[in-house]
């Protein structure tokens, strides 16, 4: 059932019940999931890209797609789709809502070759079968925020649930943030997927178990220091089941081009008890991991039981061209390598074969990661310094199926250059509006502060600006070629005393503007005075076409000044001057020379500049 309200900014709906139909959703309406949602009995969920779908907290929405439905889901690297919490901004957990989930007909090696998932209807939650090539649908630039979760502990699954999902389903660009369970839980199936983020969940990045047999490259993982589970939090877990049987098919899947990193930046670095590993391999599993770096947990791998070390000796259990980075510092008790405690087998001398190719650091700097813990836009690049910057990654394994596997270089997710996380990852989803169509990007902020010595006419800027990685400063002096820096945090002189208007614009996704007033007092002192007289401001529509109008809220009797930029920072209307008057302004906008696009609306009042994201159809 769709139940659709036209607002007057934004239109909504309700999506709740089974989907039996084919049905396809639209961009410029913002919909809310309300309890289990099941695409069944042939039916199909077209979602285009630039959707919002929240999930009810209340009701711990979940979108589940059976092994009888379709759910198709293509955004694009400008327009993502987004499945995230109806939770307003600062108020979404992880856990907030369910997630989503694909039931398939490949093959698990659950007894009879089936299995139903907790807390769904037995029937619906159904996966598994013998259809390798089976296909569900599938995801493709899509984020995933704040799932996982459930109203019974028991019955929680992942952000994104893949149970006995088939070859035939796409699964490429997900981004998973915030999960209250697992952010990927791969059950069985022989998915392959490529692009993946999981980012501040609360149990492990990657779970795989039940005869998962696919292949997975380019992966990363992040981790909030606050958030860790009771079971242990993990990078990669895999089981070839939860009694570590022998059943078959074996959990063997490749991993290859992965950089998983925990919570722990230094010996300082204060972090949840549960953090355990940065890939826990028991239960009988055969997991196979290439290329990869694995850093900033407590412990960098266990191989746990017998079993376990019995596979790694057979070379079932792989670990190639690989690095763990784990701070072994005196004063904390991390270790590299663990096995159990009775255990005698060495996992020292099988990490280290020579054939393995394989690297140690006791420190995450000694990896020479660009900017690894960035909480806004981490750079998991190489620095040119780096010992891994020409490291070379392996291809020659037979378990990397060439027609799956893009050889690279370099090991880990990135390269020197190499960098396909783009526009369509958001590691800020809390500070993120979703209540209007079309804002699925990570918003650009521009801001700044500023460090001067008593007397003195230099001012050393500090940029504080986030999701953005260009700048253009304007110090406001008459010279325009003497008085502007593209510099991240520049310094300038001014020629003497007096007021001055600072503009910093920052480019990233979209384009912000900051402009503030400076005042520079005789006896050295500095004054930023926030004298603006408008509050946020709205679009609608938005989506527009050759329309839109602007409602902007005044506290006072005032000025403002409209201007439109497109994505590279070009202005694309001639600016708008308007009289605003106290409360509720409206000012109507003439769109009809404008392409159809994204735009940045701005704007300026007594030198304070705000924006909004505006979409042209």
Not at 465 to 493: H, K, Q
Request: glycine share 10%.
């Amino acid at each position: 059932m769709l139940v659709c309200q036209q607002l007057l900014i934004a239109q909504t709906a309700t999506i709740s019940g089974n989907i039996t139909d084919v049905r396809a959703l639209s961009a410029d309406t913002v919909y809310t999931l309300e309890g289990k949602v099941y695409i069944k009995d042939g039916g199909v969920l077209f979602i285009p890209p630039g959707t919002i779908i929240r999930g009810d907290k209340d009701s711990k929405g979940m979108l589940i797609c059976t092994k009888t439905g379709i759910l198709a889901a293509q955004g694009t690297p400008e327009q993502p789709i987004i499945f995230t919490s109806s939770e307003a901004i600062g108020e979404r957990q992880a856990g907030d809502w369910g997630g989503v989930v694909f039931c398939g007909n490949a093959g698990i090696n659950a007894t009879g070759g089936s299995a139903s998932l907790p807390g769904l209807d037995a029937a619906d939650g159904a996966y598994g079968g013998a259809n390798a090539f089976d296909s569900r649908g599938g995801l493709q630039y899509v984020r995933i925020e704040y799932g996982g979760g459930s109203s019974t502990p028991a019955n929680k699954l992942a952000g994104l649930t893949l149970a006995g999902v088939g070859l035939g389903t796409l699964i490429e660009n997900v981004m998973v943030s915030y999960s209250g369970d697992d952010a990927f839980e791969i059950r069985g199936g022989t998915m392959n997927a490529k692009y993946l983020v999981a980012n501040g969940s609360v149990d492990d990045d990657f779970e795989t178990d039940l005869g998962w047999t696919g292949n997975i490259q380019f992966a990363a993982g992040y981790r909030d220091p606050s958030l860790g589970d009771a079971s242990g939090s993990n990078g990669f877990e895999s089981d070839n089941d939860d009694t570590g049987s022998a059943n078959t098919p074996k959990t063997n899947g490749v991993f290859s081009n992965v950089t998983l990193l925990g919570p722990i930046q230094d010996i300082f670095t204060e972090y949840d008890a549960n953090y355990k590993r940065a890939a826990h391999l028991k239960n009988n599993t055969e997991l196979k991991i290439f290329n990869s770096i694995l850093g900033a947990y407590p412990v960098g791998l266990m191989v746990d039981g017998m079993d376990c070390e019995a596979n790694a000796d057979l070379d079932f259990i792989k670990v190639k061209n690989s690095a763990i980075a784990i701070i072994t510092d005196s004063l904390v008790e991390n270790q590299l390598l663990e096995t159990q405690l009775s255990s005698l087998w060495n996992i020292e001398s099988w990490y280290n074969t020579p054939e393995f190719d394989n690297f140690q650091f006791d420190s995450i700097s000694g990896i020479g990661f660009v900017d690894p813990f960035n909480a806004t836009k981490p750079d998991l690049r190489f620095e040119s310094t780096s010992p891994l910057a020409v490291a070379g990654a392996s291809f020659d394994d037979t378990d990397l199926d060439p027609t799956f596997f893009i050889p690279t270089t370099y090991i880990g997710a990135f390269g020197q250059v190499e960098n396909w996380f783009g526009c369509w990852v958001n590691f800020i989803p809390q500070e993120t509006n979703y209540d209007f169509p079309g804002t699925t990007l990570a918003p650009t902020i521009a801001f700044f502060s500023f460090e001067t010595d008593s007397g003195s006419l230099t001012i050393d800027f500090v940029n504080l600006s986030s999701s953005s990685d260009a700048y253009f400063w304007n110090f406001g002096i008459d010279s325009i070629n003497t008085d502007t820096s593209s510099l991240v945090n520049p310094s300038f002189t001014f020629p003497d005393t007096g007021t001055y208007f600072i503009q910093l614009i920052a480019y990233g996704c979209t384009v912000d503007t900051f402009i503030t007033e400076l005042v520079i007092t005789q006896e050295g002192g500095l004054l930023i005075d926030d004298i603006s007289y408008i509050g946020e401001f709205k679009i609608f529509p938005n989506p527009a076409n050759d329309r839109a109008t602007i409602e902007i809220y005044a506290t006072k009797t005032t000025e403002g000044l409209i201007s439109i930029y497109d994505l590279k920072g070009q202005m694309m209307l001639e600016s708008i001057r308007g009289q605003l008057s106290p409360g509720t302004n409206h000012i109507n906008m003439d769109l009809q020379t404008l392409n159809p696009g994204v735009y940045i609306v701005y704007v300026f009042n007594n030198g304070i500049g705000r924006s909004e994201r505006l979409i042209i159809q």
